[in-house]
């Protein structure tokens, strides 16, 4: 599943191409990709095409497009991208459809060329192999803190003020902030933290709690904080869980860097070009292979229906419990 940075890649990447640019023309090519949609592909449609999209915005791993309300006091709402297993949005004019195109929006940018002429259309293409991922029109409602909802880049600056800035799409509304997010509270993940008896990997994985991290990144930030993934939450100190919470960041921050994780064609750019972070991972996927700290062989082991990665020396396996 694509984690934060991935979707932070394609976030950064439609920003340009759509803030402020008017919806054209919408073409579903397969219903299966409305399966969060309340209503037909002809009522996506609709309610979609002649819309202004106001920015392109994310929290955690989940993706949205605010769309500029068409009549004063209309409800908020936003056009709301989940990615799935395999979906990309690719942006292009002219191009070819690719093998897998589920939905197609031309978008008319922003802003004139030097001749006076207006900006060419540009075409969004939802590709999605397995058909996991979907796209919405999701009403909007206010965030719970009053902070902005989400990431949205240099339209931060541009529109302080907007509506569309806080508040957030009902599909998103459970979903915890991400540890990148400015408005994300380290004092009350501490504080969740530390009243469950959980191992602390499935804190991180928990939505609820703190967005963005996946698998990958996890195994990643517990071995740079030398937490094993099974130790449980309510142990570890605060002192432990803000090296945690670092690390996450550093990791996160590293991976948007390098283009987010790409094991195969599946995780790309909005140009459709993959991510690099695979190789700078220090244990996620490097079973069998020495530690690039101390040289313990490293190891896999199930956990949740997927795997766990770690050093057996710099992440040693938590003391059984005393009665």
């Given amino acids: 599943m694509p984690e934060l940075p991935e979707v932070e890649v394609v976030r950064a990447g439609l920003e340009p191409a759509v803030s402020g640019a008017r919806v054209l023309l919408v073409d579903v090519v397969d219903e299966r990709a409305l399966t969060r949609h309340d209503g037909p592909a002809e009522d996506f449609a609709e309610r979609l095409t002649g819309r202004t999209i106001a920015a392109a915005v994310r929290r955690g791993k989940f993706l949205w497009m605010p769309l500029q309300p068409e009549h004063e006091g209309d409800r908020p709402e936003a056009l709301v991208a989940h990615l799935g297993m395999s979906g990309q949005i690719l942006l292009g004019r002219g191009r070819p459809a690719a093998k897998h195109r589920r939905i197609l929006i031309d978008v008319q940018p922003v802003g004139t060329d030097r001749d006076g002429t207006t900006e060419p259309a540009v075409e969004l293409e939802f590709v999605d192999q397995r058909t996991f991922g979907s796209m919405a ?169 997927r795997s766990s990665h770690i050093c057996p020396v710099c992440q040693p396996r938590p003391r059984a419990r005393t009665r």
């Avoid at 963005?212 to 094993?228: M, P, Q, R, T, V």
């Avoid at 099974?230 to 002192?239: G, H, I, N, S, Y």
């Avoid at 948007?256 to 070009?273: C, H, P, W």
Wanted: one cysteine or more; a neutral charge; hydrophobic letters at 40%.
């Fill in 137 to 305: 029109i999701d009403a909007m409602v206010p965030t719970v803190d009053g902070a902005p909802a989400g990431f949205a880049g240099h339209v931060d600056v541009a529109d302080p003020d907007a509506v569309w800035r806080r508040s957030v799409p009902q599909q998103v509304s459970h979903i915890a902030r991400d540890p990148l997010d400015p408005a994300f509270d380290d004092d009350r993940f501490t504080a969740i933290a530390r009243k469950r008896s959980s191992g602390i990997k499935r804190i991180l994985l928990d939505q609820g709690v703190v967005s963005g991290i996946g698998n990958i990144y996890a195994d990643e930030s517990l071995w740079a904080a030398k937490l094993h993934y099974d130790r449980p939450a309510e142990r570890l100190t605060r002192a432990d869980l803000a090296r945690l919470l670092h690390e996450v960041r550093s990791v996160l921050r590293r991976a948007l860097e390098d283009g987010g994780t790409s094991f195969d064609a599946q995780y790309v750019n909005v140009n459709g070009q993959s991510g690099y972070f695979s190789q700078r991972l220090n244990v996620y996927g490097q079973q069998g292979k020495p530690c690039p700290r101390c040289g313990t062989t490293i190891v896999r082991e199930a956990f949740m229906n």
